[in-house]
């Protein structure tokens, strides 16, 4: 099954996420189909938190690809987001 999760960066006590896609029996870290995006825990001042390609995402559920319930919660929150500054 592929899935759409979360691979660790960053040194350590300084995690950096990048969002992927990758088959659900691979180790976290190991490779991966594609990166859609990041995520960054620690963002300060004008440092973007979260950046995701929402077309790639898309595409990936429309094939059948499951998110993580950490990455779905990253998407509901991007989108939430994107709607109050357009509004």
């Known amino acids: 099954m592929v899935t759409i999760r979360l691979a ?17 029996r691979k180790p976290r870290d190991s490779g991966y189909i594609e990166r859609l ?8 001042g004008q440092e973007v938190a979260l950046h995701l390609e929402d077309d790639r995402i898309k ?12 990455v779905a919660k990253l998407i509901k929150d991007a989108a939430v987001a994107s709607e109050s500054t357009e509004a």
């Open 59 to 70: 595409y990936w559920k429309d094939l059948g690809a499951q998110t993580s319930s950490r």
């Open 37 to 44: 995006g990041y995520y960054n825990p620690l963002a300060r």
């Open 8 to 24: 660790r960066g960053g040194s350590k006590k300084r995690p950096f996420y990048n969002i992927v896609v990758t088959d659900s």
